[in-house]
C-alpha cells in the first residue's frame, strides 16, 4: 500500500533563507505527484505537478524536484518570505490504484520569521 | 470563472442529525471527489466520481452517501452525523486523466456535537 511522508512536520527558517521540503513514497509506481499549499482556514492551492517522466518543474522561486527511484521528492523554495509561511502538502497519484485518487503526506507546516 | 465552490463554508450539527454538502465546478472535468482532512493526517478520499453518471468507494464512505447530479455538481451527505465526522471536507475535480491536476474547492468545516 502506498504510503507518503514529510519530514519535518514543522519548521521555522529566517526571512531570506533558501529551504527544501522532503516527501518520500514507498511505491515508486506512480503518474504523477503533486506539492500543494494550504494556508490556515482555507483550502489547498496546487503549486506545481511533476510527471513520473519528468525530474524537476519550477515555478518563480519553487523547484520541485522527483526521483521515483528512490521514492523521493523535495520542494525547494528560493530566497524565503514571510508570505511563503503555509502547510506545504505533497500527494503521489498511484498507478497500481485504478480509483484515481490521492495519497497524502501529513504537511510540513513552515513558519518564515520576519 | 470561479472553480471549485462548496457550501457551506462553516456548519455545526447535532448528532444524528443529517445534513448533504455541495461542490460545484466550472471547468467542464469529468471527475469529482470528496476528501476529508482531519489534524495531524493527510486528506483522505471519501467517494469519487470519475465521470457523470458515476460514483464509487474510496478509503473511508462509511456513514456518507453522495450524488453526481450532473457534470458540474457533486454532493455529499451525512445522513446520521456522529462525533467522529468532525473534519474540514474538501471537494475536488480533473479532467480524469491520470495524467492531470486535481483542484480545490475551499472546504467546509463540520462540526458534530
Known amino acids: 500500500k502506498q504510503e507518503v511522508t514529510q519530514i519535518p512536520a514543522a519548521l521555522s527558517v529566517p526571512e531570506g533563507e533558501n529551504l527544501v521540503l522532503n516527501c518520500s513514497f514507498t511505491d515508486s509506481a506512480i503518474y504523477n505527484l503533486q506539492w500543494f499549499r494550504q494556508d490556515p482556514g482555507k483550502g489547498l492551492t496546487s503549486l506545481l505537478l511533476i510527471q513520473s517522466s519528468q525530474r524537476e518543474q519550477t515555478s518563480g522561486r519553487l523547484n520541485a524536484s522527483l526521483d521515483k527511484s528512490s521514492g523521493r521528492s523535495t520542494l525547494y523554495i528560493a530566497a524565503s518570505q514571510p508570505g511563503d509561511s503555509a502547510t506545504y502538502l505533497c500527494?503521489?497519484?498511484?498507478?497500481?490504484?485504478?480509483?484515481?485518487?490521492?495519497?497524502w503526506g501529513a504537511g510540513t507546516k513552515l513558519i518564515i520569521k520576519p | 470563472n470561479a472553480g471549485v465552490t462548496q457550501t457551506p463554508k462553516f456548519q455545526v450539527l447535532k448528532t444524528g442529525q443529517s445534513m448533504t454538502l455541495q461542490c460545484a465546478q466550472d471547468?467542464?472535468?469529468?471527475?469529482m471527489y470528496w476528501y476529508r482532512q482531519d489534524p495531524g493526517m493527510g486528506l483522505r478520499l471519501i467517494y469519487y466520481?470519475?465521470?457523470?453518471?458515476?460514483?464509487d468507494k474510496g478509503e473511508v464512505p462509511n456513514g456518507y452517501n453522495v450524488s453526481r447530479l450532473n457534470k458540474r455538481e457533486f454532493s455529499l451527505r451525512l445522513e446520521s452525523a456522529a462525533p467522529s465526522q468532525t473534519s474540514v471536507y474538501f471537494c475536488?475535480?480533473?479532467?480524469?486523466?491520470?495524467?492531470?491536476?486535481?483542484?480545490f474547492g475551499p472546504g467546509t468545516r463540520l462540526t458534530v456535537l
Open positions: 500527494a503521489v497519484r498511484p498507478q497500481r490504484d485504478s480509483n484515481y485518487q490521492l495519497i
Open positions: 466520481s470519475a465521470s457523470e453518471g458515476t460514483t
Open positions: 471547468m467542464n472535468h469529468n471527475s
Open positions: 475536488a475535480s480533473s479532467t480524469g486523466s491520470a495524467y492531470n491536476e486535481q483542484f
